[in-house]
């Protein structure tokens, strides 16, 4: 197989087949994903930037931007906006003839990353370059609520919705009432937002599938090795999903650098954030 056949089977294949990911994918994906952690890090720590728990939740609305967007994108591609009559037909009507949000690589994994990614760092660095630290994070936000309500008629699973979120919510409470206190910033939302991925694929795949009779499956290579050896629940995922949260917590606890000590949990929040959202939002718009 020459490279470009290489190239065609294993990174442009799986996106336009809509196949999910591969060994190879994967593994590409997860290192240019650690080189950009170490350039950004450099970059906002070259201009001053503190990464406390105030950075961190002014990063945390574009990752939620992200994944509605995402979701929207799910939505078209799998007809649900399509098949919509209500109120709001006219304007999805508007949005399917834009073709902003169709399927392609700017729209789905892992472009959107990088368009989330860009976004963010030219808006947080201007705002921290013009000492207006919040600009990025509230325009980032006001898109993530117009992308929300964009979502909001599809909304039919409610329940499932509000199902992951007990799980996850009740995971968190047991962490905290197990650790009330951590040197690591937002150490809560480094446990919950691991456990908000692990609840939405575990509900949706072990509960949701079951009650309707199937509709979703696992992309990723990992989640669906470990449904192998559980018989294909995701509960195993979802466990270790937490238990490794939680190490990671406790290893950074450890770290002398407060510069890397917050970085690194802002990183794993947003690994478990990004597809817990997508998938919660995807769910419970029934995309």
Known sequence: MDIAGFFEEYYIRPIVMHEGYNPINTLTYAI???IAAFL???????AGVRFDKDFIMRV????LLGSAIRVVTDSITTGGMQAYSGIFKPAYDFILASHIYDYGFLTTSPGIFFVIGFFAIVTMYYSYRSKNYDFGAKLALGLFIAHLIILLPLFTNVVFGLLILLLAGMICALYLAA???STVPMHWLVVFS?????SATFVTLDIYNKVHGGGYVEQHVLANHLASIMGGSMILFLALKVVLAVMVVWILEKEKDE???????LLIIIFGLAPGVRDLLRLVCGV
Do not use: C, H, N, S
């Open 32 to 34: 240019i994903a650690v």
């Open 40 to 46: 950004i890090y450099k970059l906002f720590k070259g």
């Open 60 to 63: 945390v609305p574009y990752v």
């Open 179 to 181: 650790k009330r206190t």
């Open 194 to 198: 691991q456990a908000l991925d692990g």
């Open 259 to 265: 510069g890397e000590k917050g970085y690194i949990a």
